[in-house]
Each structure stands twice: as structure tokens, then as C-alpha cells.
């Protein structure tokens, strides 16, 4: 890669990454339950990644060595949010200005057309955003992406027991939620 | 298999991660028992709804923008993002807005007393929700933890105040804890906008880290809810 110049080098760079945005942006966007948050976490792994292309290059497997990456920057990310006076107040998606269904489109108004189907994937949002980053994560790698506990526990550096503690207290915790709001 | 190991096999067994002879009693004890067929069902029914959430939307022209500012930030050793620093302004006034509070029913003696456990020596987030029927400015938020637990970032002070704004709806407060013995006791929220006020109790529970509280309880630890319609 040295002997590529600065296009070049912007070029290969972004036609490795690129095919995987989509992809890093959903689980960014699990992770950080806002379209505003999760561009800005895709956002600081390009930047982050950008010095490292001659690494990226000799990965043969990208997904899961990207979500390796993309996970620390969150939590590093929440950590420095925590460091911050009273980390305090986050409105609920419901009621916020950056509401993450707004993201989605628009369906009918028509209230006969306001499907089941989309309701119930507006709770179950908003529930997901009401969780810890912790089960946050895991929900979305395990539940969502489909990784195994056992790949997680290689791929984030997490035991395999405290992987499975935060699933099912994550999950408790979504269907203590919904079934108090008469979703489930 | 009673109900009780059922139970506590239920999130393995989703995850298909039983043993064969443990999954063959888990499958038996189910099929004769109809809550923990309801149960399953409903473990089920969340893990379908999570797989059929719709896809979240990537503005078409952030692809070009990311790659650029990568670039960019790597040649010029700074990020420059300005929506971002407007974001982040915008946050700290959305951090001072919420808070607690509501429209009508205040009044001085109104206690609401949820509980939540966490665990000894360990940061955990105790989350707590709020209702306010209207937007509220001027809202002085106190709160006052209990003897052996401390909030994170401001560890030996017995009381934090400060004043904020209300967004009309739910409002979520986040409470970085750490209990440094096993006594817990009442955290006290309160939430005054002029001559109005009203006092939350939150009861804290403290217990080993080697002992975790069961799962299905796990709810109250993390959110509590405070709702006031």
C-alpha cells in the first residue's frame, strides 16, 4: 500500500470498507438506538480505521474483526459519556426529536394501515433503547446479527457466563417492558 | 423437570444450548405444562419480533462524506465535524432539560417507592423513568443517596442539585451507582418547579456479586418506573 499515492490509498481503503456500511450502520444503530449517534460511531471507526489500512488489508475474515473494533469504540464512546457530569436524562425515543423510527418510512397514515407488524417493531425499538449498552450490545450481536455466545466471547473478550447473564437479563428486562405496555 | 428448572433452562433451550437429555426433559416438562408453554412461546415471539425489526436507513450520502472525513482526519491529525459539536451542544441542553416531573398531582408527602437491587462494589446503572404531561423550565432536580452508595462522578457528596428543563412525555434518568456496603437504603429524587414539588424513594437493595439476583427479577434493578399520567 505505501507505493499506492493518497487517492490511491483513499480509494482501497474505501472499496474495503464500503460493501460493510450498511451493515457496521445497523449494528451502530442498535447499539446507540439513534440515527445521530450511530453515524458518528460508524463515523469514528472509519477515522480510527483510516491509519490502520495496512492492517485491514491481511484480515481475512472483516466481519468479525470489525465488530470487535466497532464494540470497543461504543463502550470507550459510552465511557467517556459517563465521565461527564451526571450522565443523566436521555429522553425516551418516543417523545425525542431524533426519534430513531423517524429513520424509517413513512407508513400510511391511515390508521387502518398501521400494521401490527409496525407497531409492534416501534415498542420493541423504543424497548431496546431503554436497555443498558451492555444487554443493548449483546441483544443485537446475538439476537439480531446472529453471532454464537461462543464466537462473542472470542470475538468482544467477554466470559462466556457474563455473555449469557447479560442475554437473559437483557431479554427479561424487554419482555418485562413490553409486557407492561401491553405489547406482549 | 419441575417449572422452576424449566424456567431456568428457558433462555438456553431458545438458544439451543441444552444438552440432549437436559433438552429431552425441558421438551417434556413443556408439553404438559401450559404456563411454561406460554413462556416459550413468548421467548420465541420476542426473538422472531427482534429478527423482523425493519432495517435502519443509511442516508444515501454519508458513504461519501464518512470516507472523506477519514481521510481528512487523518491528514490533518483534528476532526472537524461541525454537526457533531452542534450535536453535542444540543445534548448538554437535552442533559440539563430532563428530568423528573409532572403536571398535575404534585404536592409535598406524594412518595413513590420502586425498588432496585445492584450489586456490591460494582457500577450499575439505575435507570429511572419520569413522566411530565407538559414542557417544564426552571425544574430544580435533587437527589440525595442513601448511606454506602454513591453516585459515579461524584463520590462523598450526600446531595446533588441542579436545575433543568422538562420534555413533555417519558423521560429517562440515568443513575451511575456504586453501593459500597450492604446496608442500601432510600434514594431520594426530588423535583420542585415553583411552588410545586414532589419526592421519589427509590429503594436500593445491595447484594454479592456472586450471588446475582435471579434473572426474571432483573427488571427492577435496571428500570424503575415512576409514572404519573
Given at each position: 500500500m505505501?507505493?499506492?499515492?493518497?487517492?490511491?490509498?483513499?480509494t482501497h481503503?474505501?472499496?474495503?470498507?464500503?460493501?460493510?456500511?450498511?451493515?457496521?450502520?445497523?449494528?451502530?444503530?442498535?447499539f446507540?438506538?439513534?440515527?445521530?449517534?450511530?453515524?458518528d460511531?460508524?463515523?469514528?471507526?472509519?477515522?480510527?480505521?483510516y491509519?490502520?489500512?495496512?492492517?485491514?488489508?491481511?484480515?481475512?475474515?472483516l466481519?468479525?474483526w470489525?465488530?470487535r473494533?466497532?464494540?470497543?469504540?461504543?463502550?470507550?464512546?459510552?465511557r467517556?459519556?459517563?465521565?461527564?457530569?451526571?450522565?443523566?436524562?436521555?429522553?425516551?425515543?418516543k417523545?425525542d426529536?431524533?426519534?430513531p423510527?423517524?429513520?424509517?418510512?413513512?407508513?400510511?397514515?391511515d390508521p387502518?394501515?398501521?400494521?401490527?407488524?409496525r407497531?409492534?417493531?416501534?415498542?420493541i425499538?423504543?424497548?431496546?433503547?431503554?436497555?443498558?449498552?451492555?444487554?443493548?450490545?449483546?441483544?443485537?450481536?446475538?439476537?439480531?446479527?446472529?453471532?454464537?455466545?461462543?464466537?462473542?466471547?472470542?470475538?468482544?473478550e467477554?466470559?462466556?457466563?457474563?455473555?449469557?447473564?447479560r442475554?437473559?437479563?437483557?431479554?427479561?428486562?424487554l419482555r418485562?417492558?413490553?409486557?407492561?405496555?401491553?405489547?406482549? | 423437570?419441575?417449572?422452576?428448572?424449566?424456567?431456568?433452562?428457558?433462555?438456553?433451550?431458545?438458544?439451543?444450548?441444552?444438552?440432549?437429555?437436559t433438552?429431552g426433559r425441558f421438551?417434556?416438562h413443556?408439553?404438559?405444562?401450559?404456563?411454561?408453554?406460554?413462556?416459550?412461546?413468548?421467548?420465541?415471539?420476542?426473538?422472531?419480533?427482534?429478527?423482523?425489526?425493519?432495517?435502519?436507513?443509511?442516508?444515501?450520502?454519508?458513504?461519501?462524506?464518512?470516507?472523506?472525513?477519514?481521510?481528512?482526519?487523518?491528514?490533518?491529525?483534528?476532526?472537524?465535524d461541525?454537526?457533531?459539536?452542534?450535536?453535542?451542544?444540543?445534548?448538554?441542553?437535552?442533559?440539563v432539560?430532563?428530568?423528573i416531573?409532572?403536571?398535575?398531582?404534585?404536592g409535598?408527602g406524594?412518595?413513590e417507592?420502586?425498588?432496585?437491587?445492584?450489586?456490591?462494589?460494582?457500577?450499575?446503572?439505575?435507570?429511572?423513568v419520569?413522566?411530565?404531561?407538559?414542557?417544564?423550565?426552571?425544574?430544580?432536580?435533587?437527589?440525595?443517596?442513601?448511606?454506602g452508595?454513591?453516585?459515579?462522578?461524584f463520590e462523598?457528596?450526600?446531595?446533588?442539585?441542579?436545575?433543568?428543563?422538562?420534555?413533555?412525555?417519558?423521560?429517562?434518568?440515568?443513575?451511575?451507582?456504586?453501593?459500597?456496603?450492604?446496608?442500601?437504603?432510600?434514594?431520594?429524587?426530588?423535583?420542585?418547579?415553583?411552588?410545586?414539588?414532589?419526592?421519589?424513594?427509590?429503594?436500593?437493595?445491595?447484594?454479592?456479586?456472586?450471588?446475582?439476583?435471579?434473572g426474571?427479577d432483573?427488571?427492577?434493578?435496571?428500570?424503575?418506573?415512576?409514572?404519573?399520567i
Open positions: 505505501k507505493d499506492f499515492n493518497q487517492d490511491q490509498v483513499e481503503f474505501e472499496k474495503l470498507l464500503r460493501p460493510q456500511l450498511t451493515w457496521l450502520y445497523r449494528i451502530s444503530y442498535r446507540t438506538g439513534n440515527k445521530a449517534d450511530a453515524e460511531l460508524v463515523q469514528d471507526l472509519l477515522v480510527k480505521l491509519p490502520r489500512r495496512d492492517e485491514l488489508d491481511s484480515v481475512a475474515n466481519r468479525p470489525l465488530v473494533v466497532l464494540y470497543r469504540l461504543f463502550l470507550d464512546n459510552e467517556r459519556q459517563k465521565r461527564s457530569p451526571l450522565r443523566l436524562l436521555k429522553r425516551r425515543p417523545d426529536a431524533e426519534d423510527l423517524e429513520q424509517f418510512p413513512a407508513s400510511d397514515p387502518e394501515q398501521y400494521t401490527g407488524g407497531i409492534l417493531s416501534e415498542r425499538e423504543q424497548a431496546l433503547n431503554m436497555l443498558c449498552r451492555d444487554h443493548r450490545a449483546i441483544i443485537t450481536l446475538h439476537d439480531m446479527e446472529g453471532y454464537r455466545l461462543s464466537e462473542l466471547e472470542t470475538l468482544l467477554v466470559p462466556l457466563g457474563t455473555l449469557k447473564s442475554l437473559h437479563r437483557g431479554r427479561a428486562t418485562k417492558i413490553l409486557e407492561k405496555d401491553g405489547t406482549f | 423437570m419441575d417449572c422452576r428448572i424449566t424456567n431456568h433452562y428457558m433462555e438456553d433451550y431458545l438458544d439451543d444450548m441444552l444438552d440432549d437429555a433438552r421438551q417434556e413443556v408439553e404438559r405444562c401450559p404456563d411454561c408453554r406460554n413462556r416459550l412461546a413468548r421467548g420465541r415471539e420476542l426473538k422472531n419480533a427482534l429478527n423482523a425489526l425493519p432495517e435502519p436507513i443509511l442516508d444515501p450520502d454519508f458513504a461519501a462524506r464518512a470516507f472523506k472525513h477519514a481521510a481528512a482526519a487523518h491528514t490533518w491529525r483534528r476532526r472537524i461541525t454537526s457533531k459539536m452542534m450535536r453535542i451542544a444540543a445534548s448538554i441542553l437535552v442533559i432539560a430532563l428530568g416531573v409532572l403536571k398535575g398531582g404534585w409535598p406524594q412518595l417507592s420502586p425498588k432496585a437491587f445492584v450489586q456490591l462494589n460494582q457500577p450499575e446503572d439505575v435507570q429511572l419520569f413522566y411530565s404531561e407538559e414542557n417544564l423550565e426552571n425544574v430544580t432536580f435533587r437527589l440525595e443517596p442513601p448511606d452508595i454513591e453516585l459515579v462522578g462523598n457528596q450526600r446531595e446533588i442539585v441542579w436545575q433543568g428543563n422538562l420534555a413533555r412525555g417519558d423521560n429517562l434518568l440515568v443513575l451511575p451507582v456504586i453501593a459500597r456496603n450492604r446496608e442500601g437504603g432510600s434514594l431520594v429524587a426530588e423535583i420542585r418547579h415553583g411552588s410545586r414539588n414532589k419526592q421519589f424513594r427509590l429503594q436500593l437493595k445491595v447484594q454479592q456479586a456472586d450471588h446475582p439476583h435471579p426474571a432483573r427488571f427492577d434493578s435496571s428500570v424503575a418506573p415512576m409514572r404519573f
